[in-house]
Each structure stands twice: as structure tokens, then as C-alpha cells.
């Protein structure tokens, strides 16, 4: 029996499926963003531009750390994976931080409108993390610096705890992979707390990843053999939880989930856009409205519209 509730396990799963649907409509949509109607050819980007391919296993990490650490105002979240931005975004703006930096980006349907037509757009939000991002610390994508980062914001300050998701390509760079020796060298009580998070999603843009073609026992040792704790996870939320909440030392995680899940079946893997017309191919066009409505957007918004958003997701 897991430890944390069925309600709070629902929350979870909502916010997932919440950002998922945020990170579809930002990279494809300009208009018709609750999906109050059946998708038209007006309501699509004249150029769409972004990355799809881990935003759903960002969202997984994302919202089961969230749920733990709600309420410690010492907890910080390193995002590595610079290709997964729409989700990163699509978080901040859902807990209202991005609302801080923009007062555009309000929670509610106004600033739902704003966040969607705006990313990756001429003076709105980039494709990547850039120095307006809440919280940010180095802009861009996957160069390997995420883990190394998290043990300098760690250094002299006890009180912390930072969990850092890491690409699976991101670890195959030198700095990436040496900065997995910082763990025996920060150790101690003048250092805050590092929880690694390895996004095993299979590839890195198009190639398989290295540790991703490994098996579960030689990553388990790899891991191991710098001093670390493995701990598997996927996508069921109870098990994300429990592994949380198990005492144990220096825990990595390692989360499993499919590069592009969630998305249409025969661009199920895809880094970059999955559906490639659907301003002008009607048969793709219908693929991307039966995604979104498979996020079930009614029940996502209906709080959002009648109560201005709510930000305990």
C-alpha cells in the first residue's frame, strides 16, 4: 500500500496529463486552445517550431517531485534536457511563476491564449530555456552541465534539496558523466541534498542513447560504482512515490518512459514536431485534434475557466 493517497496519486496523474496538453497546444496551437470545437486549419501555427520528445517524462519527473516537496520552500528542480522547454514552461506557467516574470502569462484563459501564441515566436517565449525563465541559471539545451550545476547551488547550503533531471544523451558528455564524482566529493553536512533523475527515454535526437541500450544490472552497477543508490521508476505514480519516500542513501533515479509518449503512433518517437501539416493535411490535422482530446481538456479546464486556474495541481 503506498504512502501517499489516492487523491493526491489523482493529483498527480492530472497535472501530468495537464502539462502534456499544455506542451501540445503551445508547439502547435495560435487559436481554439480550450478545444471548444473540433480543430480547423485556422487554428494551427503558420510555423511550428519546438520539441516534443521528453516534455511528457519532464512532466512525469516534474509533478512527483512537486508532490513530495510542496511545501519546503528549500526544494529546487535543475532541468537538463533544454529540448523538453514546452514543459518546463508549461509548469511555471501552471504554478503562476511565470506570471512573476510576465504578467501576460496569467492562469486563466487569457493567459492560456498568451503562453500558446507566443512560444517560439518573434519576441515571446523561445524554444529553449533563456535568461527570462524563472529561476534559470544557463540557457539552452543538452550540454551536459545540469548535474554539476545542482551541486554548485548545493555548495554551503544545508538546508537545500534539488532534484536534477538529466537526458540519457546528456550523460554520455564528458561533463555530464564526470560530474557523477561530485557526489563523493561534496558529501557532508555543509552541503545541501542532490537527487538525480536519469530520463531513460531511449535517444538522443535520433540516435539510440548509450545507457538506454544497457541492461537494468549494468546500469544498476554503473550507477552503484560512484557511490549512489538506484532506484527505477516509470510512469506509475505510486511507485514514483514510494521510491520518494523510501530512506535510503544518496538515491539516483533512473525514469523510464518512451521518447514522444502520448503522441500519434507512427511519429511515436519523434524529437522535434510529430505532425509535420497539420495547417494544411486534413488527415493530420484530425491526428492532432484526437491527441489533444485525449488529455481530456474539459475536465483539465473547467477549473481554470470557472475559478481563474488553481494552484495547489
Known amino acids: 500500500m503506498s504512502a501517499v493517497g489516492i487523491a493526491e496519486i489523482e493529483k498527480i496523474k492530472k497535472r501530468i496529463r495537464f502539462c502534456d496538453y499544455l506542451c501540445v497546444a503551445q508547439l502547435f496551437l495560435q487559436d481554439n486552445f480550450l ?20 516534455c511528457h517524462g519532464i512532466n512525469v519527473a516534474y509533478a512527483n517531485f512537486k508532490s513530495k516537496f510542496r511545501d519546503d520552500s528549500n526544494y529546487s528542480f535543475i532541468l537538463g534536457p533544454g529540448h523538453g522547454f514546452p514543459a518546463l514552461n508549461a509548469n511555471l506557467w501552471l504554478d503562476k511563476e511565470l506570471e512573476k516574470v510576465d504578467r501576460r502569462a496569467t492562469v486563466d484563459e487569457e493567459g ?7 512560444f517560439s515566436w518573434p519576441d515571446g517565449f523561445p524554444s529553449h530555456a533563456s535568461p527570462m525563465t524563472p529561476g534559470v541559471i544557463t540557457e539552452g539545451g543538452e550540454l551536459g552541465y545540469a548535474l554539476a550545476n545542482a551541486y554548485g547551488v548545493a555548495l554551503g547550503h544545508p538546508e537545500k534539496t534539488i532534484a536534477v533531471l538529466i537526458g540519457d544523451g546528456e ?15 561534496l558529501t557532508g553536512s555543509n552541503n545541501g541534498k542532490i537527487l538525480p533523475i536519469l530520463h531513460l527515454n531511449g535517444y538522443k535526437i535520433s540516435a539510440p542513447s548509450i545507457y538506454a541500450r544497457k541492461s537494468e544490472r ?3 552497477e554503473l550507477i552503484r560504482g560512484f557511490g549512489f543508490t538506484p532506484r ?11 521510491a520518494l519516500n523510501e530512506d535510503v542513501d544518496s538515491p539516483f533515479f533512473i525514469l523510464k518512459t518512451e521518447k514522444g509518449e502520448g503522441g500519434p503512433n507512427r511519429y511515436h518517437h519523434a524529437h522535434q514536431i510529430p505532425l509535420k501539416n497539420p495547417k494544411t ?9 484526437e491527441w489533444l482530446l485525449s488529455y481530456r481538456p474539459a475536465e483539465l479546464f473547467d477549473e481554470l475557466v470557472n475559478n481563474g486556474g488553481d494552484n495547489d495541481r
Open 112 to 118: 492560456l491564449a498568451y503562453l500558446c501564441r507566443n
Open 171 to 185: 550523460l554520455e558528455t564528458a561533463t555530464g558523466l564526470d560530474s557523477l564524482n561530485l557526489r563523493n566529493i
Open 35 to 54: 478545444l471548444k470545437r473540433e480543430l480547423a486549419f485556422d487554428d494551427i501555427k503558420p510555423r511550428l517550431l519546438g520539441h516534443w520528445g521528453t
Open 232 to 242: 527505477f521508476v516509470g510512469e506509475n505514480v505510486e511507485d514514483f512515490q514510494d
Open 218 to 220: 549494468e546500469l544498476n
Open 281 to 289: 493535411d486534413s488527415k493530420e490535422l484530425k491526428e492532432l485534434n
